[in-house]
């Protein structure tokens, strides 16, 4: 198996494989890359499947890890300030990056995940647009045409429907009609899902609409871990990447490496490894089935989290062993029940692990109302704690 | 004096026609490059600008192989009207002809490191900026050998090493990817300008004016070219556009109004609006030009108007009788000649329809390439990872 890694990631020839005892550490040849050993399902050189053991190593790192882990300790910050140093350090790296949106120079973005870029890279690198999403996103996407790689910033999702037309049929679908010819190498990103008493047109979930694109992979990030990593994976894809954060996890605080990673776009994170039932969750759910899952151990229930991260394409791979191992699964997300990702993933668990299920697929969701903006109503449109402990509760009878 | 020269011309005309016959090939080779000046047929009228003078420099090999490329451009698309009608192209085709003088015009001003991006209207377009015939009709026929592979069909025609961006079917939409071209281009600080080409009707979009607001902010180097044909679809420009000025409509973004059916007016705005754009940000042009055919093929084109109309505007302004009368005038080819260039240009057409019929159909397995990038293991899977086998008969 490290023959055959080794045999394979031929540039990286100082490559260790990560000891699962601690967090991976490597010495940096050319691209360092963190993950799990079962990273993508075609070996990239000869196009074959690899089998592979399921190690479980992309976790989130908790506080308590990271100090005894690193040869550095690595840094705290906040999960706004963790997507502004990926971004920082993908513009460092390549002159072609540039980040586009509303507010995003001068002010130094409404979430701050942009400030003090446009003072270090000037105003065209990092370019404030007026209130025009159709058109800026056009612009980005006739730009990443020519080989620019531009980061376009969405104040709010909700506002980037008014470029659904731009992103549905130039980000996505450009490079197949041209045969090829053009690569559409884009970041769409920005704050979606349900806020605190925001109103129904912001707190939009738009992973739900975006995801019959044929052409994007659309990922979601939770932690500050996980946003630095995957804001540089989706700048160096070639591939249009829509980045979702959410409105409520900016002030995560969290100690990321001081070293640099990069996270597969297609990968899942396990949260917490169990027995008993699995739990697919993103984004900020992931807190509130983190927090079911404190009451469910102390009643006796072992669940399984993963953060699926990869919104399209499902890492099927990840799940389909959970699901082999526990046989029972819950879906907990922000979506509306109607036509979200987590319809699409309960259909598509069901599809490929049937045989493993004991008991239905249960998947909670927001309800399919607009969001309402007195305070109890909105808790209620929202997934709780206590639901999924009660969901769980009855798929483990 | 003109007598004198008309006399001396026939004269040499007889001797040279005795003496040796001259295919037009060899005519387009050995022809002039020595200035010629020509006035254009109307004057430039200009919004914010001082309108360029109406005497354009051209040569007489400028002019042979505007009618060449004219006589070709016609002829693919009278050919592509054939061939939809005998159902080998399917679906949308969108026909340029009578509206040529643009895209010859436009390629005799610029270079291939310039962009152009335009609507669905882009065969001719396609050809100007380096697209061989075989591309074209294979593309429009679905084939493996067409340029986009067959997967994209009449409305989406590209040529990356040609600077030619598409080929795109949702009206308006291409016009702010135009401005993100002219933008790189600002960015890379290569001296290079992006024609951005619409029409009468994507003219009343908004992103249109959101776009020219953000290359006039910043002062991107992109030409805006309205192609105003008169009628949007089957909607007559009064009846669409409270203004029908659109050369004005930019405001604060000067304009051109060009006559779209003499190529030499043409090329001399583009060459102004190059020369403009570099140095100070957007300009607009109005080509006033006209489509023989319908809207699409399933538009017959005549509900909306006159057939005296079209033929009036066929007698009166057809770009390419403008050039050849421009050539016989000026003695730089006789009429058998230009004649003999229109039967090769034919016989060129049919070959390439013959080649292209040739050509396969693409294989099954090209249904899921050019998803996504290759290199990250996503090659066209659902979202659950599983490939969809599509059963084809």
Redesign the interface.
């Known amino acids: 198996m490290a023959a055959m890694l080794q045999s394979v990631r031929v540039a990286s020839a100082s490559f260790h494989l990560p000891d699962p005892s601690k967090l991976p550490v490597f010495s940096v040849c050319t691209l360092p890359v963190i993950r799990s050993e079962r990273s993508?399902?075609?070996d990239?050189i000869h196009g074959t499947r690899r089998t592979r053991k399921v190690i479980t190593k992309a976790v989130a790192a908790p506080a308590e890890n990271s100090a005894t882990a690193a040869s550095k300790p690595g840094h705290e910050l906040l999960l706004f300030e963790a997507l502004r140093e990926g971004l920082e350090e993908e513009m460092d790296r390549d002159p072609r990056v540039?980040v586009v949106g509303e507010d995003v120079g001068h002010y130094g973005g409404s979430y701050k995940v942009t400030k003090g870029l446009a003072q270090k890279f000037g105003d065209?690198?990092v370019?404030d647009?007026?209130i025009?999403e159709?058109?800026?996103?056009?612009?980005?996407?006739?730009?990443?045409?020519?080989?620019?790689r531009p980061v376009v910033e969405g104040m709010n999702m909700g506002f980037l429907l008014l470029a659904f037309?731009?992103i549905s049929?130039?980000c996505g679908m450009?490079?197949?009609?041209?045969?090829?010819?053009?690569?559409i190498p884009t970041v769409i990103r920005g704050p979606g899902g349900v806020g605190r008493q925001l109103g129904a047109e912001h707190s939009q979930r738009l992973e739900s609409y975006f995801?019959s694109i044929?052409?994007i992979?659309m990922v979601a990030c939770s932690t500050p871990y996980n946003a630095k990593g995957l804001m540089k994976a989706a700048i160096r894809?070639?591939?249009p990447v829509v980045l979702f954060e959410h409105v409520l996890l900016y002030n995560l605080k969290e100690r990321i490496p001081d070293e640099e990673y990069v996270l597969s776009?297609?990968e899942a994170e396990m949260v917490r490894p169990g027995e008993h039932v699995t739990i697919l969750t993103y984004s900020r759910m992931r807190y509130h089935v983190m927090q079911a899952a404190k009451t469910l151990v102390n009643k006796g229930y072992d669940p399984e989290v993963i953060d699926i991260r990869s919104l399209?394409?499902?890492d099927?791979?990840t799940i389909g062993n959970s699901v082999k191992k526990t046989h029972r699964v819950l879906i907990v997300e922000e979506c509306m029940r109607t036509g979200g990702i987590g319809a699409?993933?309960t259909?598509?668990?069901n599809?490929?692990f049937h045989d493993y299920l004991d008991a239905p697929i249960v998947c909670l969701s927001s309800q399919d109302v607009p969001t309402p903006y007195a305070g109890t109503l909105e808790e209620w449109t929202v997934v709780q704690p206590a639901q999924i402990v009660a969901a769980v509760e009855q798929l483990c009878q | 004096m003109a007598q004198l020269t008309q006399r001396a011309a026939t004269f040499q005309r007889t001797l040279s026609a005795a003496a040796f016959s001259v295919s037009s090939t060899r005519c387009l080779n050995t022809a002039s490059t020595s200035p010629i000046t020509v006035e254009t047929s109307l004057p430039f009228t200009g919004h914010k600008i001082d309108p360029p003078s109406r005497s354009v420099e051209t040569t007489p090999q400028e002019l042979l192989s505007f009618f060449r490329d004219m006589a070709l451009m016609r002829r693919m698309e009278i050919a592509a009207d054939s061939l939809y009608k005998a159902k080998l192209i399917r679906g949308f085709c969108h026909l340029y002809d009578g509206q040529e003088a643009v895209a010859v015009g436009m390629e005799a001003a610029i270079t291939k490191k310039d962009c152009i991006i335009t609507a669905y209207r882009d065969h001719c377009i396609f050809l100007g900026r380096g697209g061989t015939l075989l591309e074209a009709f294979a593309e429009l026929m679905g084939r493996k050998d067409g340029c986009s592979k067959g997967k994209g069909g009449s409305m989406h025609f590209y040529k990356k090493e040609g600077g030619f961006y598409g080929g795109h079917g949702i009206v308006g939409a291409q016009v702010p990817l135009g401005c993100g071209l002219a933008f790189a281009q600002k960015y890379s600080k290569d001296e290079n300008v992006t024609f951005a080409m619409y029409g009468d009707g994507a003219a009343n979009q908004g992103q249109l004016f959101e776009a020219l607001n953000m290359a006039a902010l910043w002062d991107l180097p992109a030409i805006l070219v309205c192609e105003n044909n008169h009628y949007g679809m089957g909607t007559a420009e009064w009846r669409a556009a409270k203004s029908p000025a659109y050369y004005k409509r930019g405001d604060y973004v000067p304009g051109l109004k060009v006559d779209g059916m003499d190529a030499l007016a043409v090329k001399q705005a583009c060459k102004f609006a190059k020369e403009y754009a570099l140095k100070n940000g957007p300009i607009i042009l109005e080509m006033d030009t006209y489509r023989y055919h319908g809207h699409s093929m399933s538009d017959p084109g005549s509900t909306y108007r006159t057939r005296d109309e079209i033929s009036g505007i066929r007698q009166e302004r057809d770009p390419i009788e403008r050039i050849r009368k421009l050539i016989l005038s000026h003695d730089l080819a006789t009429e058998k000649e230009l004649k003999d260039t229109e039967k090769e240009v034919r016989k060129e057409v049919d070959e390439a329809i013959a080649q292209a019929k040739e050509s396969p159909l693409p294989d099954p397995s090209e249904l899921f390439t050019n998803v996504y990038v290759k290199g990250l293991g996503v090659e066209a899977f659902g979202a659950d990872r599983k490939e969809l086998r599509a059963v084809l008969p």
Request: glycine letters at 10%; a negative charge.
């Open positions: 993508s399902s075609l990239p540039c065209l690198r370019l647009t007026p025009a159709n058109s800026f996103t056009g612009m980005a996407i006739g730009a990443a045409m020519t080989g620019l037309n731009q049929d130039n450009l490079h197949y009609t041209s045969g090829g010819q053009f690569t995801q044929p052409g992979q894809s070639e591939n776009l297609e399209k394409p499902f099927l791979y699409s993933l259909a598509a668990i599809e490929n």
